[in-house]
């Protein structure tokens, strides 16, 4: 924004003549501050393109990634934060060298949670895969910042805690992933009230058509291969089990405070209708749009502003036909794992999440066959106590205590 230089006539009244002179107000800087956690994972990536979309809307202060500074260099030249967190620190010290005093380098686990405690920004943008997005989320929550959300581990393991501490702090909650943001939007303007209920989509994955016998022998590369979305491998793998789905289910529960009996989830294969909702008279709302995550995270960037862009339209005459079916429960056994864990309660959604995640972890090693994915969130859920009610020591106690379990798990 240029500066308007403004005259100002003043009248002394000492002297009784008119004197003109000029003054340039000191700029005021209107830019949203951007933190994103995960800057150079696939949600991270995006949300840098969409804020290249929007030069003088946002300014990037901090960026924090597990590994590759390779990508985060050239990001630290082109947006000049003040400072960036590199969760290894090894690599960490690495850029440091690098950058030769460009900005800030923090590291470890500790500099995740002191960024987002500390750095002065206005948004915070959650794109990191996993329970490690937790503790970071809360420090931004307790600062009453804006919350974008594409991390659902975090209302996965901590839902009720995470929506209590937005209310207690004045944190505005603001979903990302695609089919929160679908129901986020259809819900504008409504009364919660009148919402019968939520309807999930989902793509169903690379495997919708494989039986449940096939489904034991497939390789990571078949698993890697979405049909329609281009995700990380973590979110991939899920997608391909269904857990994404059920971890989804339990992220709109806390979202949108509705309980599970009033979400369904339906298969949607073509991924154009990203979710919708249903009300009480009978009505149903759908939010549409090709399956690309630049769309969600414009929303959540520039609520509740809509702004112009130049993204790819949807062509529906092209695209045909939209089918719909209903999930199978008995082939995809994460996505009732996830409707017995949300029904259990307590710490039961975290032992699930902890156990999916290095589940997954060795299914991308090869260590384990993709069908013993489910065999070991069950094994996990049946050892692990249940906790009611827990507190955030309690949920990071229940993380460590599942994952070193299902670690030796086979
Ligand atoms: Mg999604």
């Not at 008119?18 to 005021?28: A, G, N, S, V």
């Not at 690309?292 to 695209?319: F, G, S």
Request: glycine residues 6%; proline residues 5%.
């Amino acid at each position: 924004m240029s500066p308007k230089v403004k005259q100002v006539l003043v009248y002394f009244t000492l002297i009784k003549k008119p004197f003109l002179f000029t003054f340039e107000p000191e700029l005021k800087n209107n830019m949203k501050k951007v933190l994103i956690l995960g800057s150079t994972g696939s949600i991270g990536i995006n949300t840098i393109n969409v804020i290249r979309n929007f030069p003088g809307e946002f300014e990037i202060t901090a960026l924090t990634i597990n590994t590759k500074i390779d990508l985060l260099e050239p990001q630290i030249h082109e947006f000049n934060p003040k400072a960036v967190v590199v969760k290894d620190e090894k690599l960490g010290r690495e850029l440091e060298r690098r950058i030769n005093g460009k900005c800030e380098v923090l590291v470890g686990e500790q500099g995740l949670i002191d960024a987002a405690k500390n750095l002065d920004y206005d948004i915070f943008v959650g794109a990191m895969v996993g329970f490690c997005g937790l503790a970071p989320t809360l420090e931004a929550i307790k600062r009453g910042k804006i919350i974008t959300l594409a991390n659902k581990e975090t209302l996965v393991v901590a839902g009720e805690l995470v929506t209590n501490l937005c209310k207690k702090h004045n944190a505005k909650l603001l979903p990302i992933d695609s089919e929160h943001s679908a129901i986020f939007q259809c819900l504008e303007g409504e009364d919660k009230n009148s919402v019968e209920k939520i309807i999930l989509t989902a793509s169903g994955g690379p495997f919708l058509n494989k039986s449940k016998e096939a489904l034991a022998n497939v390789t990571v590369q078949e698993a890697l291969h979405h049909p329609n979305w281009e995700m990380g491998n973590k979110i991939t793998i899920d997608s391909a089990s269904m857990m994404n789905k059920g971890l989804e289910m339990i992220e709109a529960r806390w979202l949108f405070g509705i309980e599970k009996e009033r979400i369904d989830v339906l298969v949607h294969p073509q991924s154009i209708i990203h979710s919708m909702v249903q009300y009480v008279d009978g009505s149903i709302k759908a939010q549409l749009g090709l399956p690309d995550m630049k769309l969600p995270i414009q929303y959540a960037l520039t609520y509740p502003a809509r702004l112009a862009n130049n993204n790819p339209r949807t062509d529906l005459a092209k695209i045909g036909s939209l089918t719909f079916f209903q999930p199978d429960m008995e082939k995809f056994e994460c996505l009732k794992l996830a409707y017995n864990a949300l029904d259990a309660g307590g710490t039961a959604p975290c032992i699930m999440n902890a156990a999916n995640e290095i589940a997954v972890e060795k299914f991308l090693k090869g260590m384990i066959k993709f069908s013993n994915i489910p065999k070991l969130i069950y094994k996990a859920l049946e050892k692990i106590e249940n906790h009611k009610a827990p507190d955030v020591y309690t949920i990071f106690e229940c993380d460590k205590e599942t994952r070193e379990f299902v670690l030796k798990l086979s």
